[in-house]
């Protein structure tokens, strides 16, 4: 079992920064490939970023890439998402989320094992 606690969002001027935490309880954090996804109002949930269980690996959404950077510290069970040059469009509640057995795609998000509650980011124009 894990739990995810997410923390860091808040409320940013557009061109602004945040840096994203995901606290995980549980001594197999590094056996698990961990991704942030995001969902705004009256939207479907979406993929931001992935990284793969040794941080080797990393791959971003097109609409958050060379923004965006997803980061893991396994010693501390911690994955990060540092945001920089946030735009309006980047508001939503974010989530991490763990996937033990990853099988090279999250169409569906129902093979992700667990999720965080969520933190809000606003961004204002």
């Known amino acids: 079992?894990?739990?995810l606690v997410e923390s860091g969002?808040?409320?940013v001027q557009a061109g602004g920064s945040l840096r994203l935490s995901c606290a995980a309880s549980g001594r197999t954090f590094s056996s698990?490939?961990?991704g942030w996804?995001?969902?705004a109002p009256g939207k479907e949930r979406e993929f931001v970023a992935r990284i793969s269980r040794g941080g080797g690996s990393r791959?971003?959404?097109d609409s958050?890439?060379?923004r965006f950077t997803i980061s893991r510290?396994?010693?501390?069970?911690?994955v990060y998402l540092q945001m920089n040059s946030l735009k309006a469009e980047d508001t939503a509640v974010y989530y991490c989320a763990?996937?033990?057995d990853y099988r090279g795609s999250w169409s569906n998000l129902e093979v992700l094992d667990y999720w965080g509650q969520g933190t809000q980011v606003t961004v204002s124009s």
């Open 1 to 3: 079992q894990v739990q």
């Open 64 to 66: 958050v890439k060379g």
């Open 9 to 11: 969002g808040g409320l």
């Open 98 to 100: 763990a996937d033990e």
């Open 32 to 34: 698990y490939v961990m």
């Open 73 to 78: 510290d396994n010693a501390k069970n911690m």
């Open 59 to 61: 791959y971003y959404a």
């Open 37 to 39: 996804f995001r969902q």
